[in-house]
């Protein structure tokens, strides 16, 4: 996928998960998401302060976490969503369209993060938001080639993986069928639609 592919992907998905929170009551918007620690008021405030960042942001917030990667995303996201979340809707309509990048990522980054947030939101809450088939593929082979700690591809390694929705494939072993968005999922150490994973070896990523 190109970069303008990219930025389209990560613009149209950052409006539509701004209409999800819009549609919210408050109550909602203090239950827990997806993410472990997180609240949904806490992803919807990182998720849209990603083009926010600065180096200088970023070196603060591994100083209070005292450098462990994990631990910095968690403290900031939970210190940015102690706004309220009218300020939080009011950060996506001037934010959602920018081209800025934290500090050591490319657009894959904020794609990804917009991505899997967004699960992370409405999935606990019982609605659905389908991912774009190709922005999810691009955003996973990202993840795998990463492996950094923020992510556990490890999950992956013992398997062949297979995209039921579109021509992508990756690993060895034991095969996981599943639709790309769910693989994207279980790349980025979530849980998955377990309706939806098919093969021999899905007891293997569900059980790491």
């Given amino acids: 996928m190109d970069v303008e592919d990219v930025w389209r992907h990560i613009h149209q998905?950052?409006?539509?998960?701004?209409?999800v929170l819009r549609a919210l009551d408050s109550a909602t918007w203090d239950a827990p998401s997806a993410c472990a620690g997180w609240t949904v008021r806490d992803v919807a405030a990182h998720v849209i302060h990603s083009p926010q960042?600065?180096?200088?942001?970023?070196?603060?917030?591994?100083?209070?976490?005292?450098?462990?990667?994990?631990?910095?995303?968690?403290?900031?996201?939970?210190?940015?969503?102690?706004?309220p979340p009218a300020d939080i809707l009011d950060q996506f309509e001037r934010w959602d369209g920018s081209r800025s990048v934290p500090p050591t990522t490319t657009p894959l980054e904020p794609l990804i993060d917009v991505l899997v947030h967004t699960q992370d939101v409405v999935r606990p809450i019982g609605r659905e938001h389908p991912m774009p088939v190709d922005a999810a593929r691009a955003a996973t082979e990202r993840v795998l080639a990463k492996r950094q700690k923020v992510f556990a591809p490890h999950r992956l390694d013992a398997v062949r993986v297979v995209a039921t929705d579109?021509?992508?494939?990756?690993?060895?072993?034991p095969e996981v069928?599943?639709?790309?968005?769910?693989?994207?999922l279980l790349a980025t150490g979530r849980g998955c639609d377990r309706r939806l994973l098919e093969g021999d070896g899905s007891p293997l990523v569900l059980t790491a």
């Fill in 53 to 83: 960042y600065r180096w200088r942001d970023f070196v603060a917030m591994m100083v209070r976490a005292r450098f462990d990667l994990n631990r910095a995303i968690l403290v900031d996201g939970q210190r940015l969503g102690t706004a």
């Fill in 166 to 173: 579109t021509d992508w494939s990756r690993g060895s072993g």
């Fill in 13 to 19: 998905q950052r409006r539509e998960l701004a209409g």
């Fill in 177 to 184: 069928r599943a639709p790309m968005q769910e693989i994207l």
